[in-house]
């Protein structure tokens, strides 16, 4: 009898016949997997290396390591075995015919989690131990990890632990003197989440402000930088640094930042140099750049041996940091100095494994402050926090403040993405089929759709590629010109893009940008006869240079050299341009169309998703709650079908992962 698999569970089979499976049929399995693109070829590879360390191994053993390898390219840090044991049709989110497949193979292993248990510490290839063994897996209770990520996990919620315990204010009386200048008093903004997140921001090593767009998460922190200057103990030689995880990210905090403290320096007059401050800052950097990312090795510069030079460092756009990189910065950071992360919780997380905002932030929502987080809100904001945000939550939760109320984002776009986040379609669609100007949509729609709105935008909102490429066919002729034509163009790019839930096919990146290519050349926008490289090409860099100092992510333009009329890329390096020759990219890819894993730290005035009829997991809540917010004026959904948004919304990322449980006693 063959069940449905979409019912799979443990129990299905305690009555199927019990199936003996050697290594030999094992890895014909997976080979007939890999090729049916359920599993990657690396996947397999690394069962064979396995297969090979310990002859001894079982299938379940080089089963799970395949899966492992399988789970971490899609994100996740671990693999949860009790899932594997009991629901792995939500853990593998296979296509109907692969669960069939694994079902065909699952009543020859384990049906629970300590069966899975006890076949892995059989195996020489995994260890409970990694401080005393060097084998490739690590068996951390039911999760099971690969080394490299188990020691990442280990230490980001050490220093985690470190940097939040004993969190405890030095100056409350000045603290509470400096916010009641810097907030003004609002009987109906009760609690300001705003000022209490600043007095938090002054205690501790590490602090997180989560808020959706425009929340004000920059606003916020600018005065906390006010108040950590007016506190400090030796405000002249305050260091502070100013990071993101990519170039436009860092470019847009030091922008707000610069003009927030500008704000606050009238405010405050005399008596704090915030303008001077603010120039001692400095520019905001990437975190590659920051930490010093070198070429041909994962290592930075800056490490525990050799840390970063700050007393106070800032870094916003904290979902995109994966787990690696937060790992590193941890380590790379002086335990004096004070770590303030800011970001969306509820967005996608990094293309990389992990989910690091999300899993620090999981108390963020409830709060779960413990009486003594309740005085010192007290103390030093003359706030009382209500009840319902009270409980016994770990160091970090005390250490973490979310921001609730949105500044800008009121109108149909912000009702559409909260609508989103909370998984309420009726309200999403209400939203979406309200004819406002600010939200449209286009749904049973094709790809070319998505090409119209690119070539000129929209009836009420402005926006396609034309724009951007009117400013680049109005190349000056002298040099001195150069640079600001080159700002202007880089500018007028920003101002719209696709975005696309897929890579592949006629709804996916490489589709769309030919088509988007061909429609605009068709109006001579760009070259009918054009290679590779042509003027005006938006490129984005897929993979990190740190000799040329490019990195994955990073978008530039083609334009000509000034001097010798070579095409060159620019980028927009915080406040500056930089600029590389064309030639020597070797690893870049067309950017009007780009993923929305890869447009997140950016904003656009117009933004289109393209969303598929069915694209399977990849199409989640949070994958179109962070399309819907890269949108600053006007959004356009063009889908396929109402039933894929309605799908999407349904879907949540989960991510496996230990660092939640690792930050208990924390
Ligand atoms: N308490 C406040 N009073 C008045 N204006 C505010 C307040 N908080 C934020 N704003 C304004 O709201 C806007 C959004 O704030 P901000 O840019 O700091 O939000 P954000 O959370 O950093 O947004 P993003 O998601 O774009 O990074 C800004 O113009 C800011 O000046």
Not at 438 to 445: C, E, P
Request: proline share 5%; glycine share 8%.
């Amino acid at each position: 009898m063959i069940r449905r698999i979409d019912t799979l569970s443990g129990d299905l089979f305690a009555d199927a016949a019990p199936l003996v499976l050697d290594r030999v049929a094992l890895f014909e399995h997976l080979n007939h997997w890999t090729s049916q693109h359920w599993l990657r070829q690396l996947d397999t590879a690394f069962a064979r290396f396995l297969a090979d360390l310990d002859p001894q191994a079982s299938p379940a053993v080089l089963l799970a390591a395949t899966l492992l390898a399988h789970m971490e390219g899609r994100g996740h840090s671990c693999l949860m075995l009790d899932e594997l044991a009991h629901d792995p049709a939500t853990l593998l989110a296979w296509p109907v015919a692969g669960l069939n497949a694994w079902q065909s193979i699952a009543p020859a292993m384990p049906g629970h989690a300590a069966g899975w248990q006890a076949e892995l510490g059989r195996s020489t290839v995994v260890t409970t131990d990694p401080a005393t063994s060097n084998a490739p897996l690590v068996l951390a209770g039911t999760r099971l990890y690969l080394r490299r990520y188990h020691g990442y996990e280990q230490s980001v919620a050490n220093a985690v632990r470190q940097r939040t315990a004993h969190a405890q204010g030095e100056h409350d009386a000045l603290v509470r003197q400096w916010l009641d200048r810097l907030f003004e008093h609002d009987p109906a903004n009760q609690p300001d989440w705003q000022k209490m997140a600043c007095a938090i921001g002054t205690r501790g090593q590490l602090a997180v402000v989560t808020g959706g767009p425009g929340t004000g998460k920059t606003y916020t922190v600018a005065r906390l930088l006010a108040l950590l200057l007016a506190t400090a103990d030796h405000p002249d030689t305050l260091r502070v640094a100013l990071a993101a995880p990519t170039g436009k990210a860092a470019a847009r905090l030091k922008q707000s930042i610069d003009g927030a403290l500008q704000d606050l320096q009238q405010k405050v007059g005399a008596d704090l140099a915030l303008t001077a401050f603010a120039e001692r800052v400095g520019a905001a950097r990437t975190l590659h750049s920051l930490l010093g990312a070198r070429p041909d090795t994962r290592k930075f510069r800056h490490h525990a041996g050799n840390p970063l030079e700050v007393d106070v460092l800032i870094v916003d756009e904290a979902s995109m940091i994966h787990l690696e990189m937060m790992a590193a910065l941890l380590d790379a950071l002086p335990a004096h100095a004070r770590l303030i992360l800011l970001g969306d919780k509820d967005q996608l997380a990094s293309v990389e494994a992990g989910a690091v905002l999300g899993d620090l932030c999981r108390d963020a929502e409830a709060g779960r402050y413990t009486g003594a987080t309740v005085d010192f809100v007290s103390r030093t904001t003359g706030q009382t926090l209500p009840a319902q945000y009270l409980g016994q939550g770990n160091a970090l939760a005390q250490q973490t403040v979310m921001l609730r109320v949105s500044r800008r984002f009121g109108g149909p776009i912000g009702q559409l993405a909260l609508a989103v986040n909370r998984g309420d379609a009726p309200a999403a669609l209400a939203v979406l089929m309200d004819h406002h100007a600010a939200v449209q949509w286009r749904n049973r729609a094709n790809p070319q759709a998505v090409v119209e709105l690119a070539l000129s935008g929209r009836a009420g909102a402005p926006g396609g590629y034309a724009s951007y490429l009117e400013v680049v066919k109005q190349r000056p002729p002298d040099v001195p010109e150069h640079e600001s034509w080159v700002r202007a163009v880089l500018g007028a790019f920003e101002r719209f893009r696709v975005l696309c839930a897929v890579r592949e096919g006629d709804w996916g990146v490489a589709g769309l940008n030919k088509a988007i290519e061909t429609e605009l050349a068709r109006h001579d926008w760009l070259p009918r006869n054009r290679g590779e490289w042509y003027t005006g090409r938006p490129v984005m860099i897929t993979r990190n240079d740190p000799g040329m100092k490019v990195y994955n992510g990073d978008i530039g333009i083609a334009l000509p050299d000034p001097a010798t009329d070579a095409l060159r890329v620019y980028f927009l390096d915080g406040q500056d341009i930089r600029s590389v020759l064309a030639s020597r990219l070797a690893d870049v890819e067309t950017a009007f169309a780009m993923t929305v894993h890869k447009s997140q730290g950016s904003e656009f005035e117009h933004t289109v998703l393209a969303l598929p009829v069915d694209a399977g997991q990849i199409l989640t809540r949070e994958l179109v709650y962070t399309g819907i917010t890269r949108a600053r004026q006007y959004f356009t959904l063009v889908s396929a079908s109402q039933q894929g948004f309605e799908d999407a919304l349904g879907r949540q990322t989960r991510r496996a992962s230990g660092l939640y449980e690792g930050l208990a006693g924390a």
